[in-house]
Structures are given as C-alpha cells and as structure tokens.
C-alpha cells in the first residue's frame, strides 16, 4: 500500500499542534504489555433451567509480549477472537485464566484506585467510528466525558474550562479544529469521525492503545491518513499498540510485529519482515496469498482455504487448522494433525510457528498446491 508513505489532509484540517508529550520518555524497546497464557471463554447456556452446556473457547492460551513503542499487529479471520483478547489484556472482558501484565504489574489483579489509574494508561479506538460516538452528544463532551471520570487533583479535570482547553489541544491533533467541539458526530465524514475517537482515547495520555480494525470501515483513500495520523501520533506521544486486522495486506507498513490468530490461538509470531518473506505456517500463508495485487496485469495464484472457520465452541481437534489445511493434505494427513495440538515453536530470529510441519512450509509447496487447486485471481481475465 504505496499510500501509506504519504500524509494527506483535507483542506479543513489544519497542521497539528500537539500537546505536549510527556516530560520523561520512558525506555523504548522494553516490555510493555505480558499476557501469558491468556484464556477467555464465554458460556452457553442450554435447556429449559438455562444450565451451561458449554462454552466458547474465544481465546484459548494466548501468550504474547509488546515492547514499548512497537505496534503488535494481530490478524486473522472474522470470529478468531482478535477483539475477544485486545479487550481481556484492556480488562473489559474477564479473562478466564492466564497474566496480563503492564510495565509488570499485574493487570487482572487490580481492584479500586489502582485499577482506575491503570484504566487511563490503556485505551481502545473502535472500528465503528459512528458507533462508538453518542449521537446526542458534543465532540467537547464526547472527549470530555473520559476526562471528567478521570479527574483528580492533579489534572484539575473537573474544572470544565481546563477540560475544554485539553478537548481543544487533542482535535488540533488528531489533525481538526478546535471549534469543532462544539458540533455533534452526524456533522462529521467517517474520517473525521475516526479523529475523533482517536482524541478521545489520547486525551487521557494512555501508554498502550488498543486499534481494534481501525480503518476497516473507512474509504480506501482515507485509509491511509489514518493510518499516517496512528503512525505519527505513536511517535509524538511514545505510544504502543495492538493494531487489530482481519487481513494482512492493511497491517505490512505500519506493525514492528505480527501475530497470527486462527480459533483462538495464535499460530504464528514474527517481525513483520519475516512473515512477509518467508511464513512458516500455512494458516499465515494462506492469508498473505490473499492479498490483492494492485496491478491488474499480474497473473497470481491463489491458495484457497476451504471451507468457514469452525465454531470456537467445539474447535478441531488436534491442530485447529487441520480442517482447512493444505500442507496436510499435501503431506498426506499425517495423523499427529489431528490428534496433538502444536505448541508455538521457537524457528529462529524470534519467529514462532504452531505447526509440526513449519520445516516443510515452503513457498515452492504453497505453489504447487496452488496450481493444483487451479484458481487464479480474476485478474487472469484480463489482458495484458
Ligand atoms: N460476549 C460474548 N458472548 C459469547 N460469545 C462471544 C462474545 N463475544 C464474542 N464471542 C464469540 O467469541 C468468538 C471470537 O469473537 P471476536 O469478536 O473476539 O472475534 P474477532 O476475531 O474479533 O472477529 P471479527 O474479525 O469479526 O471482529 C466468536 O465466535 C464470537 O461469536
Ligand atoms: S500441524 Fe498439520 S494441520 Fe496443523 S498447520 Fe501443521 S500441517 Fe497443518
Ligand atoms: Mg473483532
């Protein structure tokens, strides 16, 4: 996404001028956030006394770190529980097991004033930008709201004309106005709108943000300024992320790291450099095949994975992917896919892969089960 070097803006957003950023720069590189073995299940009740009858393994043994001022990005198919574990490491959903440490506190463990000061240091950006923004509410408001539930002695945000200043500050820089906290969300584009949200959660100076599919619902072309705006604003204000995706084509230039989620679990860990080079499993390679080649001109074979993620309900046995996956089939459905679910490997360089068979995950093999799959982009159709 070539775009992505550029920033645009519209006429009626001026340059930014950025609060200031905190007096003392915390070390960069170090861990941030330490979730280990992270589980979240939801129950499902059944019968007529409404007795659970199961649950659904939404995040399954999740273990991650994200190093302070790095963006972890985490991909995967619709229902694998990306949302599910940004919102358990932020504390909105209850984790059923597992840590979640911040600058090695532990985070589920926190309870009254700790927990609230904690709160501020962790934000959320939606993908829903109109959603997530009270219609009957003023963009001073909006802001001010999270501000207001936050104030002590120190910030003096309970007095409304300090509030109105830093609502102010926060517009001019996500890159709007500062008159436009007078006006209400519908005023406002999609883009804008993700400004806004994107104020909203800054303006209490967080550590970590969690961007959970930030630009999916957004035009293309505005895409790409907000993501120059994120990649920015993480500079100015030494912010760390976990920048949610569904596909990997949104997530190449703007993540240090990326994590591959399939049913809960993640499958793969690596720079993003090394996951674009060389993938070590064949969930991760299915998705970068996926990705769309810009230029109709080009001939790409596709592999194509059969078939719905399966319910996190009642998830495969064995390795989760084994349903769906090519290599298996290829290697002629060696049994220990079906029967012994992989750990997460150590493969070298900080590369991780769930897979017994990540050795013989090459890109030759991912072409010869293209070719024999015999699908090829539509792009094929047209001449050269
Ligand atoms: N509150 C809930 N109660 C029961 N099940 C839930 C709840 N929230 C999520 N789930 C289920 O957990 C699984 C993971 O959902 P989650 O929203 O985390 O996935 P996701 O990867 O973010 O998907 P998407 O890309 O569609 O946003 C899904 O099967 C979903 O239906
Ligand atoms: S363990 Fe088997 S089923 Fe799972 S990803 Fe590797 S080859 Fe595929
Ligand atoms: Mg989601």
Redesign the pocket.
């Known amino acids: 996404m070539e775009e992505t070097a550029q920033t645009t803006m519209s006429d009626n957003q001026p340059a930014r001028s950025a609060p200031a950023a905190a007096a003392v720069a915390p070390a960069v590189g170090k861990p941030l956030i330490e979730a280990r073995d992270v589980k979240t299940y939801?129950p499902i009740y059944g019968g007529i006394l409404r007795r659970r009858v199961g649950s659904?393994y939404?995040v399954d043994g999740v273990s991650l770190t994200i190093n302070r001022g790095q963006t972890f990005g985490l991909v995967?198919e619709?229902?694998?529980?990306?949302?599910?574990?940004g919102r358990t490491i932020l504390r909105l959903e209850k984790a059923t097991a597992g840590s979640v440490t911040m600058d090695g506190q532990d985070m589920l463990a926190m309870r009254g004033p700790a927990l609230k000061r904690m709160r501020r240091r962790m934000q959320l950006i939606f993908q829903d930008p109109y959603g997530s923004l009270n219609p009957r509410m003023p963009i001073s408001d909006i802001i001010g709201e999270g501000l207001l539930a936050q104030a002590d002695a120190d910030n003096g945000w309970r007095t409304r004309t300090i509030r109105d200043k830093r609502v102010g500050d926060y517009l001019e820089a996500v890159g709007l106005r500062r008159d436009y906290a007078r006006r209400y969300p519908h005023e406002f584009s999609g883009g804008q709108r993700q400004r806004i949200g994107i104020a909203r959660a800054l303006a209490l100076a967080p550590d970590f943000v969690v961007c959970d599919?930030p630009v999916s619902a957004l035009d293309v072309s505005i895409q790409s300024q907000i993501l120059n705006l994120l990649s920015d604003l993480r500079s100015e204000f030494n912010l760390t992320y976990l920048f949610?995706a569904?596909n990997l084509s949104v997530v190449q230039y703007f993540c240090d790291r990326i994590g591959v989620m399939y049913l809960g679990k993640l499958v793969e860990v690596a720079t993003t450099d090394a996951l674009y080079e060389k993938p070590l499993h064949p969930y991760s390679v299915a998705l970068l095949s996926a990705i769309p080649v810009p230029d109709p001109r080009v001939r790409k074979k596709r592999l194509v994975l059969r078939g719905d993620v399966p319910s996190?309900a009642n998830p495969p046995s064995g390795c989760r992917f084994h349903t769906r996956c090519w290599l298996r089939e290829k290697l002629g459905n060696p049994e220990q896919c079906s029967t012994i679910d992989p750990p997460l490997r150590d493969m070298g360089g900080g590369q991780m892969a769930a897979c017994h068979f990540a050795e013989q995950v090459t890109k030759q093999a991912a072409q010869e089960v293209a070719s024999t799959q015999s699908v090829i982009e539509a792009a094929t159709e047209l001449p050269d």
Request: proline content about 6%; glycine content about 18%.
């Open positions: 939801y659904v939404a995967g619709s229902g694998c529980g990306k949302t599910t574990l599919e949610i569904h996190p």
